[in-house]
């Protein structure tokens, strides 16, 4: 039986250890997006990831590559890369898709969820409305994630793969673009009695009221998004 040289193990050795030292840069900068630390328009350089993990400029250069493949970055040539600012109609469009895309998602969800997870929906509710329409900037914090995992466990009660791959897809867009909206608290509330409405459908297995409201409630976010939209530039025409 062939034996592997000890060339070959340090091969596949260095191969894992660079694909893990993309992932870390990738993870990082992708964080940072989201989280906000890096905003719409910044800058990002390899040297500063790079002093940031410790890491040589290769893994990092491909991380960077990467996020611009998934369209989180724009990359220029003697410019680096920069966190992508989206356009008014740029927005008008990512939301046109997510509304289709969910809409049907929670259509389905109404016919296939299993009592578990809708009993799971009315205990992250009941944790995201624990504090009231508070809009201050910890708990807005603290219910971001509450919701994201609200909307995931219907996708996923849908039980179809494709159309939660493509919404999958546009998570990461839809939480940076979410970053820009500014909350009120008749907005915030709003979303609660849209989240309840969403639930209430779910028990009575009716997907087209969910489909209903999944649309209405999406059409509410992408009002406030656009409401606070500063006039469309489109930093992505240079490329």
């Not at 990738?26 to 997006?33: C, E, L, M, Q, T």
Request: zero cysteines.
């Amino acid at each position: 039986m062939p034996t592997l040289s000890s060339d070959t193990y340090s091969l596949s050795s260095d191969l894992t250890t660079r694909a893990s030292s993309v992932q870390q840069a990738y993870a990082y900068v992708r964080d940072g997006i989201i989280s906000g630390r890096f905003p719409e328009g910044a800058r990002i350089t390899e040297k500063e990831v790079s002093e940031a993990l410790g890491l040589s400029r290769t893994p990092v250069r491909e991380g960077l590559r990467l996020l611009v493949a998934d369209g989180l970055l724009i990359l220029r040539a003697n410019a680096g890369a920069t966190v992508r600012t989206w356009t008014t109609q740029e927005i008008r469009d990512l939301y046109a898709v997510r509304i289709l895309i969910e809409s049907e998602l929670a259509a389905l969800a109404a016919t296939r969820m299993s009592p578990a997870t809708l009993a799971e929906l009315h205990e992250i509710q009941d944790e995201m409305e624990s504090r009231g329409p508070d809009i201050s900037a910890s708990n807005l914090d603290r219910i971001a994630p509450l919701n994201r995992n609200f909307h995931a466990r219907i996708s996923e009660s849908a039980g179809n793969a494709r159309l939660l791959a493509m919404r999958t897809k546009g998570v990461d867009i839809k939480i940076i673009l979410l970053t820009r909206r500014s909350y009120d608290r008749a907005r915030l509330a709003r979303t609660f009695q849209h989240h309840r409405e969403l639930i209430d459908a779910f028990t009575s297995r009716d997907p087209e009221w969910a489909r209903a409201v999944m649309h209405g409630h999406l059409r509410s976010a992408q009002f406030a998004l656009l409401e606070r939209s500063s006039p469309p530039t489109d930093q992505n025409a240079a490329r």
